[in-house]
Nanobody, 123 residues
């Protein structure tokens, strides 16, 4: 089991910055990739950034060049640095951890989700 606790959300003006954090606990050894999703009111939850175990990032086109995903494995923490924020970024942001199947380590293949943190960008 993996538990994810998010923090860092809040209210900012357009052009501002926020850094989201996601602290993982439990069977963190099972985690392969991690990522951030967001969900705006009335819209589907969508992947905006991901990072592999080796540190290779993925970004949705809408955030590329503005957001940076990083992972500190020693601290079991995932980060999302959000710069040049737009009103369109207003959403609940969710951290997700994907675990890889491992019989020897007792790891299932599944996804774990954080509780979400609200980001509101005002003009």
């Amino acid at each position: 089991q993996v538990q994810l606790v998010e923090s860092g959300g809040g209210l900012v003006q357009t052009g501002g910055s926020l850094r989201l954090s996601c602290a993982a606990s439990g069977d963190t050894i099972c985690i392969s990739s991690m990522g951030w999703y967001h969900q705006a009111p009335g819209k589907e939850r969508e992947l905006i950034a991901g990072i592999t175990s080796g540190g290779s990032p993925y970004y949705a086109l809408s955030v590329k060049g503005r957001f940076t995903i990083s992972r500190d494995k020693s601290k079991n923490t995932l980060y999302l640095q959000m710069n040049s924020l737009k009103t369109e970024d207003t959403a609940v942001y969710y951290c997700v951890a994907r675990t890889s199947q491992s019989q020897s380590m007792g790891c299932p293949q599944t996804d774990y989700w954080g509780q979400g943190t609200q980001v509101t960008v005002s003009s």
